[in-house]
């Protein structure tokens, strides 16, 4: 009779077990969401030293941002997504030139690019900080 129960008790509890857990998403876009501004210089294409530019959640995949060019010292229209994995999100993209690098965010308010750009095999690398802009 108790083996019974100990069975019909494992019955009804084991698919509570196995189906109420959800693997964690580590890859929480919403901290990189907003406006950032680069204050350090980046010399392409052009030779400044502020860049400001958005960073927006990609629509078509959870786990994906795009950051406008604008903030990396690029094209404004230039758009490049980037993949989250917890604090950093990778990107590389080829078109004219290449762009390749990560970006860890520190906190909430707080971004470390670091990227590469060739052209026309010519490298240049860079190491930047962003913060982000209050509203």
């Not at 196995?18 to 392409?44: H, K, R």
């Not at 690029?74 to 030139?97: C, E, G, I, K």
Request: glycine share 4%; aromatic share 10%; net charge positive.
């Amino acid at each position: 009779m108790k083996l019974l129960r100990l069975i019909k008790y494992f019955i009804l509890v084991m698919p509570i077990v196995f189906f109420s857990c959800s693997p964690d998403d580590n890859n929480d876009t919403s901290q990189w969401i907003g406006t950032w501004e680069i204050n350090e210089e980046i010399v392409f294409p052009h030779n400044k030293t502020t860049y400001i530019g958005e960073i927006t959640q990609d629509n078509n995949n959870k786990n994906k941002i795009i950051i406008s060019g604008n903030l990396l010292g690029l094209n404004s229209s230039y758009s490049l997504p980037a993949t989250v994995s917890s604090s950093t999100a990778t990107f590389d993209q080829t078109t004219s030139f290449n762009i390749n690098g990560k970006a860890t965010l520190i906190n909430s308010d707080s971004i470390k690019f670091s990227f590469s750009i060739t052209q026309d095999n010519i490298t240049k690398n860079y190491v930047v900080g962003a913060k982000k802009k209050s509203k």
